[in-house]
C-alpha cells in the first residue's frame, strides 16, 4: 500500500482541488491564489488536483477549463494534470477518477480492522427514516442498521455483488477542529454519525478521497472556502483511522454580492428574468432561444437556461450578465493582474492601506494572520476601476498587444473585418477611455455594420444633435457632405484642417455643431472614437454612403 508522502524539508505543500462540474467560481480562483501565494512564499509546491468522483456532472472540459483559467491567473501549479493531458509531479495521477485502486487499498483496510462496515440500506428504507425525524423534530442521525447485519454476512453480500455502500465507523468521542484562520472549535460526541465513504457506484465519496490525496500527495495544508469547515472533522476522523498526520486546516469567509447575497450562476437568471419582466415579454426575441423553451424557463422560477440560451437572450432583451465565474471576467476584458489583485483583497489586507500589488509581493507577503473572518463583499465598481487605472498605465505598444490578443480570442470577426490600420488607429483612439479590454469591440461595433444595416433611433441626444437648432444639425450635414466627398488624403491631420475651416465659416467656430452629427451618422449613436479617427477608420465611402442615408432616415417628418 502506498505510504503517505513526508517531506524532507519544512517547506509547504498545498493544494487546489476543484471538481469540474462548470467553470472556475471567483471565489474558487480565490482559494487557488491563496493556496499559491503560501506556498511559493514558503519555498513549497502548489498542487493542482481534479475532484471528478462525481460521474454524472464531471467533465473532462470543464477541468481543461479550470486548467486555462489558472493559466491565465498565472498560477502556475508544481504538481498536476497538464493541459497537453501530461501531468507534471511524481504524486500523480492527479484525477481522482484515475486513483480508485488506490482507495480501495485504504479502504479494505478499514473493513478489515471494523473502522467501516458494508451497509445495504435502500434508499426508500433511509428515506422513510428521514421522513420519521423530521415528524419527530429530531435531527436525521444514521442508525447503524447496517452493523445488524452479521460482519461474514456484509462481506459476503458484497463479494456477491449486492449494491451497498461502506460506512466510516465514527468514534463515540469529541472531535476538536484546529483552523488557522476561524480558531478552534469542538464537535460533540454523536455529532458526526457514521458517514458514507464509497458510493454504491463504487467511487469514494469527497471524505475518503480528499483525505488519501491529501496524505499521499504530501499536502501540508489545507487551504478551502469556510463552507467546508463542518466537513473538517470527518476527514480528521479518518485520517487518525489511516494513521495520517493532520494537515494545517484555513478555511477562508465566502464572497458575497454588494447586498450580502452569495455570489452565484443564479445570478445572470436573476438578470434577465428582471430585464424580461421589465420589457413585457410573454415570448422571446425573434432569434434569440426556442419560444417552447423560453416558455418553460419563464413559468418556473427554478428553471435554469444553459449558458448559450441565457447569453443569446439577454443580448436580445439588452441584460448585463454580472461576471461570476473567471471565464466571465476574462470575457469582459479584466486584466488577470488585476483581478488578482482585487480577489486577494477580498478576504485578506497586507496592511499599511496598501491596495495595489502583483502576485509577486502577494507570495511574499501573504500570511494567515491577516485572513478576515467574515464574508467579503465584491465591489464591482472597484474592480473596474482598479482595471482602468492599469490600462492607463500601459504602454501605446502593450495596449495594442493585449487588445488583439482578446479580440483574437472572443472577437475574431472584429479582428477580421479590420485592416490593421484601422485597428491600429482604434486602439489608439480608444485606450484612454477603455476601462477594459472588451470595452472597444462592444463599443464600436458600428464598424462591422453593412451600410444598409445602420439605424438611427431618435434617442434625446439624436433628436438634440440632429433635428435641434437654427440650422439643425441634419441641415448641417446636407452642406458638409459635398467636402466630405471631396477631401484629400481622407485621413485624420486633413479631415481636421479642413472641417475647422469650414465650421468657422457655418458654424461660428464651433466643430462640435457639425462633429456631433456626423457622428450620428456614421455610427447610428452619440458615442465614438474622435471623430476624425472615426470617419478615417470607416474610409470616404463608408462614410459618405451612411451620410446619404441618415439623411434620408431623418428627412421624414415622421422621424
Same mark, same amino acid.
Given at each position: 500500500?502506498?505510504?503517505?508522502?513526508?517531506?524532507?524539508?519544512?517547506? @509547504?505543500?498545498?493544494? =487546489?482541488?476543484? &471538481?469540474?462540474?462548470? !467553470?472556475?467560481?471567483?471565489?474558487? %480562483? /480565490?482559494? *487557488?491564489?491563496?493556496?499559491?501565494?503560501?506556498?511559493?512564499?514558503?519555498?513549497?509546491?502548489?498542487?493542482?488536483?481534479?475532484?471528478?468522483?462525481?460521474?454524472?456532472?464531471?467533465?473532462?472540459?470543464?477541468?481543461?477549463?479550470?486548467?486555462?483559467?489558472?493559466?491565465?491567473?498565472?498560477?502556475?501549479?508544481?504538481?498536476?494534470?497538464?493541459?497537453?493531458?501530461?501531468?507534471?509531479?511524481?504524486?500523480?495521477?492527479?484525477?481522482?477518477?484515475?486513483?480508485?485502486?488506490?482507495?480501495?487499498?485504504?479502504?479494505?483496510?478499514?473493513?478489515?480492522?471494523?473502522? @467501516?462496515?458494508?451497509? =445495504?440500506?435502500? &434508499?426508500?428504507?433511509? !428515506?422513510?427514516?428521514?421522513?420519521? %425525524? /423530521?415528524? *419527530?423534530?429530531?435531527?436525521?442521525?444514521?442508525?447503524?442498521?447496517?452493523?445488524?447485519?452479521?460482519?461474514?454476512?456484509?462481506?459476503?453480500?458484497?463479494?456477491?455483488?449486492?449494491?451497498?455502500?461502506?460506512?466510516?465507523?465514527?468514534?463515540?468521542?469529541?472531535?476538536?477542529?484546529?483552523?488557522?484562520?476561524?480558531?478552534?472549535?469542538?464537535?460533540?460526541?454523536?455529532?458526526?454519525?457514521?458517514?458514507?465513504?464509497?458510493?454504491?457506484?463504487?467511487?469514494?465519496?469527497?471524505?475518503?478521497?480528499?483525505?488519501?490525496?491529501?496524505?499521499?500527495?504530501?499536502?501540508?495544508?489545507?487551504?478551502?472556502?469556510?463552507?467546508?469547515?463542518?466537513?473538517?472533522?470527518?476527514?480528521?476522523?479518518?485520517?487518525?483511522?489511516?494513521?495520517?498526520?493532520?494537515?494545517?486546516?484555513?478555511?477562508?469567509?465566502?464572497?458575497?454580492?454588494?447586498?450580502?447575497?452569495?455570489?452565484?450562476?443564479?445570478?445572470?437568471?436573476?438578470?434577465?428574468?428582471?430585464?424580461?419582466?421589465?420589457?413585457?415579454?410573454?415570448?422571446?426575441?425573434?432569434?434569440?432561444?426556442?419560444?417552447?423553451?423560453?416558455?418553460?424557463?419563464?413559468?418556473?422560477?427554478?428553471?435554469?437556461?444553459?449558458?448559450?440560451?441565457?447569453?443569446?437572450?439577454?443580448?436580445?432583451?439588452?441584460?448585463?450578465?454580472?461576471?461570476?465565474?473567471?471565464?466571465?471576467?476574462?470575457?469582459?476584458?479584466?486584466?488577470?493582474?488585476?483581478?488578482?489583485?482585487?480577489?486577494?483583497?477580498?478576504?485578506?489586507?497586507?496592511?499599511?492601506?496598501?491596495?495595489?500589488?502583483?502576485?509577486?509581493?502577494?507570495?511574499?507577503?501573504?500570511?494567515?494572520?491577516?485572513?478576515?473572518?467574515?464574508?467579503?463583499?465584491?465591489?464591482?465598481?472597484?474592480?473596474?476601476?482598479?482595471?482602468?487605472?492599469?490600462?492607463?498605465?500601459?504602454?501605446?505598444?502593450?495596449?495594442?498587444?493585449?487588445?488583439?490578443?482578446?479580440?483574437?480570442?472572443?472577437?475574431?470577426?472584429?479582428?477580421?473585418?479590420?485592416?490593421?490600420?484601422?485597428?491600429?488607429?482604434?486602439?489608439?483612439?480608444?485606450?484612454?477611455?477603455?476601462?477594459?479590454?472588451?470595452?472597444?469591440?462592444?463599443?464600436?461595433?458600428?464598424?462591422?455594420?453593412?451600410?444598409?444595416?445602420?439605424?438611427?433611433?431618435?434617442?434625446?441626444?439624436?433628436?438634440?444633435?440632429?433635428?435641434?437648432?437654427?440650422?439643425?444639425?441634419?441641415?448641417?450635414?446636407?452642406?458638409?457632405?459635398?467636402?466630405?466627398?471631396?477631401?484629400?488624403?481622407?485621413?485624420?491631420?486633413?479631415?481636421?484642417?479642413?472641417?475647422?475651416?469650414?465650421?468657422?465659416?457655418?458654424?461660428?467656430?464651433?466643430?462640435?455643431?457639425?462633429?456631433?452629427?456626423?457622428?450620428?451618422?456614421?455610427?447610428?449613436?452619440?458615442?465614438?472614437?474622435?471623430?476624425?479617427?472615426?470617419?478615417?477608420?470607416?474610409?470616404?465611402?463608408?462614410?459618405?454612403?451612411?451620410?446619404?442615408?441618415?439623411?434620408?432616415?431623418?428627412?421624414?417628418?415622421?422621424?
Amino acid at each position: 500500500m502506498p505510504t503517505p508522502h513526508q517531506s524532507t524539508h519544512s517547506a @509547504a505543500v498545498t493544494r =487546489f482541488a476543484p &471538481s469540474p462540474t462548470g !467553470d472556475l467560481h471567483v471565489g474558487g %480562483a /480565490r482559494t *487557488a491564489l491563496f493556496c499559491w501565494a503560501y506556498a511559493k512564499g514558503h519555498q513549497g509546491e502548489f498542487v493542482l488536483r481534479i475532484e471528478d468522483t462525481d460521474q454524472k456532472r464531471s467533465s473532462m472540459g470543464a477541468a481543461r477549463e479550470a486548467m486555462k483559467d489558472l493559466s491565465w491567473l498565472g498560477l502556475d501549479w508544481d504538481q498536476g494534470p497538464d493541459e497537453s493531458e501530461g501531468e507534471r509531479g511524481e504524486h500523480g495521477p492527479y484525477f481522482q477518477s484515475q486513483r480508485l485502486d488506490l482507495y480501495g487499498r485504504y479502504l479494505a483496510d478499514l473493513l478489515e480492522q471494523d473502522l @467501516a462496515y458494508h451497509a =445495504f440500506d435502500t &434508499s426508500a428504507e433511509l !428515506d422513510e427514516k428521514r421522513r420519521a %425525524a /423530521r415528524a *419527530a423534530k429530531q435531527a436525521y442521525r444514521y442508525d447503524r442498521a447496517g452493523l445488524e447485519v452479521p460482519r461474514a454476512e456484509r462481506f459476503a453480500r458484497a463479494e456477491a455483488g449486492e449494491s451497498h455502500v461502506v460506512r466510516f465507523r465514527t468514534p463515540d468521542q469529541p472531535v476538536v477542529i484546529k483552523d488557522a484562520v476561524l480558531g478552534e472549535a469542538t464537535l460533540p460526541a454523536g455529532e458526526v454519525d457514521d458517514f458514507i465513504i464509497r458510493k454504491a457506484d463504487g467511487f469514494p465519496t469527497y471524505h475518503f478521497a480528499v483525505v488519501v490525496d491529501d496524505a499521499l500527495m504530501g499536502c501540508t495544508h489545507v487551504f478551502r472556502a469556510q463552507e467546508h469547515f463542518n466537513n473538517t472533522a470527518k476527514h480528521l476522523l479518518i485520517q487518525d483511522a489511516l494513521g495520517f498526520e493532520h494537515p494545517i486546516y484555513a478555511h477562508f469567509p465566502l464572497i458575497m454580492n454588494p447586498d450580502g447575497s452569495k455570489m452565484s450562476k443564479r445570478d445572470k437568471d436573476k438578470a434577465v428574468r428582471a430585464a424580461v419582466k421589465a420589457a413585457g415579454l410573454e415570448a422571446p426575441p425573434e432569434g434569440s432561444i426556442d419560444p417552447a423553451v423560453f416558455s418553460a424557463w419563464l413559468g418556473d422560477k427554478k428553471a435554469q437556461l444553459d449558458h448559450d440560451q441565457l447569453t443569446r437572450l439577454a443580448e436580445a432583451v439588452g441584460a448585463q450578465l454580472p461576471e461570476i465565474n473567471v471565464q466571465d471576467f476574462r470575457r469582459s476584458g479584466y486584466l488577470p493582474e488585476v483581478l488578482c489583485n482585487f480577489l486577494a483583497l477580498n478576504g485578506w489586507s497586507p496592511g499599511d492601506d496598501l491596495e495595489k500589488f502583483d502576485t509577486t509581493f502577494l507570495s511574499e507577503h501573504f500570511d494567515l494572520g491577516r485572513v478576515q473572518k467574515t464574508a467579503a463583499r465584491f465591489d464591482r465598481d472597484k474592480l473596474l476601476a482598479f482595471n482602468l487605472d492599469a490600462i492607463q498605465a500601459m504602454t501605446p505598444e502593450e495596449f495594442h498587444e493585449r487588445a488583439l490578443a482578446h479580440g483574437r480570442q472572443f472577437h475574431p470577426k472584429f479582428i477580421e473585418q479590420l485592416t490593421p490600420e484601422q485597428f491600429e488607429l482604434l486602439v489608439e483612439a480608444s485606450r484612454e477611455r477603455s476601462k477594459t479590454l472588451d470595452e472597444l469591440f462592444r463599443s464600436n461595433n458600428w464598424l462591422l455594420l453593412d451600410e444598409e444595416d445602420v439605424v438611427w433611433p431618435v434617442s434625446k441626444p439624436v433628436r438634440k444633435a440632429m433635428l435641434k437648432g437654427d440650422p439643425t444639425g441634419l441641415e448641417l450635414l446636407a452642406k458638409v457632405q459635398p467636402l466630405i466627398e471631396t477631401i484629400e488624403p481622407f485621413e485624420s491631420g486633413a479631415l481636421e484642417q479642413q472641417l475647422g475651416d469650414w465650421a468657422a465659416e457655418h458654424c461660428d467656430g464651433n466643430l462640435g455643431r457639425i462633429a456631433q452629427p456626423l457622428r450620428i451618422a456614421v455610427t447610428g449613436g452619440p458615442v465614438s472614437p474622435p471623430i476624425f479617427d472615426t470617419l478615417v477608420m470607416l474610409g470616404r465611402a463608408r462614410t459618405v454612403r451612411r451620410i446619404t442615408r441618415c439623411l434620408e432616415a431623418l428627412a421624414s417628418p415622421a422621424s
